[in-house]
C-alpha cells in the first residue's frame, strides 16, 4: 500500500466507527457510542484503556506506600478516586496534543494512519478544544488536593509540553514518556505528606526505567514503519539487543520498588507485591524472543496486571500492619 502524503487524509478515510489496530476488540466506543462523538472518544484513547491505566499505576502504588507510612490501613479511597479520574481526563488530553503535533508523522505509519486526525475525522482546530476542555476537568481534579500536590500536578506539563517533539530528536522518546507517565508516583505520596521523600522518589524511578521497558515493547510494533518515517524509538535503538535492554530496565524497575518498599517501612505482604511483580515481568521478558507485532502488543497491555500486583502487595501490606498492631 503506497504512503500516503504526509497531512493528507487517506483516499478512503475510515469511517468514525472503523476500529484502530491496537483498540480493544468490540470495545463500546467502536460499537454503541454515538457515531458523531467516537473521533473524540478516539482521540482520547477511550477505546485503548492502557493507557490511563499505565498512567494510573504510579499513583496507586505512591498511594499504597503512603498508607504504609503512615500507618494507615489502606490508601486513601478519595484519592484512589481522584487520581483514576485524572488519569483517564489527562491521558486523553495529552494524546490529543500528541496526535496534534505528530499529524504528519501519523500518516506515514500504518498503525496511526487510520486516527482522528490524519484521515480527516477530525480538524485541528476541534481537537485543540477538546483538548482544552479535557485538562480543564483534569485541574478541578488537581485542586482537590493540597497545594504542595497542586503545584507538583502544574509542573508535570513542561514534560508533557515538549515529549511528542523527542520522537524527531532523541533515540530515547520512551525515558521522556517515562517522567511524564511515572509523574503519579510523586504525586500519590505528596497528596498524603504534602512534600516528597525517599520512598516517592524510589518509586518514581521504577515507573520510569517499567515505562521504558514496556514502551519499548509496544514500540516494536512500528519498527519498519519508523524507519521509513525517520521516527527514533528506544526498540530501534536497541535493536538486536531490544529484549536485554527491556530485562535490563525491568529488573532495575523491580530493585528500585524493593528499596521504595523497604524505605517506606514494608512488611512481607509488600515485598510479595514486589516479587510477582518481579515474575509478571521475568514472564514477559521470556516471550519477547521472535514475538510478533500482535504478541508485543498483548504483552505490553498485560502490564497493568503487573502494575496491580505490586499495587496490591503495598496496599495489603498496609492492611496487614494495621490488623496486626490490633
Same mark, same amino acid.
Given at each position: 500500500?503506497p ?64 498508607a ?14 481522584l ?81 511528542p ?11 521522556? !514518556?517515562? +517522567?511524564?507517565f *511515572? ?7 505528596? &497528596?498524603?505528606?504534602?512534600? $516528597?521523600? @525517599?520512598? /516517592? ?13 514496556y ?17 527514533k ?9 531490544g ?53 508485543? !502488543?498483548? +504483552?505490553?497491555? *498485560?502490564?497493568?496486571h503487573?502494575?496491580?500486583?505490586? &499495587?496490591?502487595?503495598?496496599? $495489603?501490606? @498496609?492492611? /496487614? ?6
Amino acid at each position: 500500500m503506497p504512503i500516503p502524503t504526509p497531512g493528507a487524509p487517506l483516499p478512503h478515510p475510515p469511517g468514525s466507527d472503523a476500529p484502530l489496530p491496537d483498540a480493544l476488540t468490540g470495545h463500546w466506543v467502536d460499537t454503541r457510542a454515538p457515531r458523531r462523538l467516537r473521533p473524540y472518544l478516539k482521540l482520547a484513547r477511550i477505546e485503548r484503556p492502557i493507557g490511563w491505566q499505565l498512567l494510573l499505576l504510579p499513583c496507586w502504588w505512591a498511594a499504597g506506600l503512603a498508607a504504609i507510612a503512615d500507618g494507615q490501613p489502606f490508601p486513601d479511597p478519595w484519592h484512589c478516586l481522584l487520581f483514576l479520574i485524572g488519569a483517564v481526563v489527562m491521558r486523553g488530553a495529552g494524546c490529543t496534543f500528541n496526535d496534534i503535533i505528530d499529524r504528519k508523522l501519523d500518516a506515514q505509519v500504518a498503525r496511526t494512519r487510520g486516527r482522528p486526525l490524519p484521515s480527516g475525522q477530525i480538524t485541528t482546530k476541534a481537537a485543540a478544544v477538546f483538548m482544552v476542555a479535557l485538562s480543564l476537568v483534569g485541574f478541578v481534579v488537581l485542586l482537590q488536593f493540597n497545594a504542595f500536590t497542586i503545584a507538583a500536578g502544574i509542573a508535570s506539563l513542561a514534560i508533557v509540553a515538549v515529549y511528542p517533539f523527542m520522537k524527531r530528536i532523541t533515540q530515547m522518546p520512551q525515558f521522556v !514518556l517515562g +517522567l511524564a507517565f *511515572s509523574w503519579g508516583g510523586l504525586l500519590g505520596w505528596s &497528596a498524603v505528606f504534602g512534600s $516528597l521523600s @525517599a520512598p /516517592a522518589y524510589l518509586i518514581y524511578a521504577a515507573a520510569i526505567v517499567w515505562t521504558v521497558g514496556y514502551d519499548t515493547i509496544y514500540a516494536m510494533q512500528d519498527i519498519e514503519d519508523d524507519v521509513i518515517a525517520g521516527i527514533k524509538s528506544s526498540a530501534r535503538y536497541f535493536g538486536e539487543h531490544g529484549r536485554e535492554a527491556i530485562a535490563a530496565c525491568f529488573a532495575l524497575a523491580v530493585v528500585l520498588a524493593g528499596l521504595a518498599a523497604w524505605s517506606a517501612g514494608g512488611g512481607p505482604v509488600a515485598f510479595a507485591g514486589v516479587a510477582a511483580f518481579a515474575g509478571h515481568l521475568g514472564w514477559q521478558v521470556s516471550k519477547l524472543k521472535g514475538a510478533s507485532a500482535q504478541v508485543a !502488543l498483548s +504483552l505490553f497491555r *498485560s502490564n497493568w496486571h503487573a502494575g496491580l500486583l505490586l &499495587a496490591a502487595g503495598f496496599a $495489603l501490606d @498496609a492492611l /496487614a500492619r494495621s490488623l496486626t498492631s490490633i
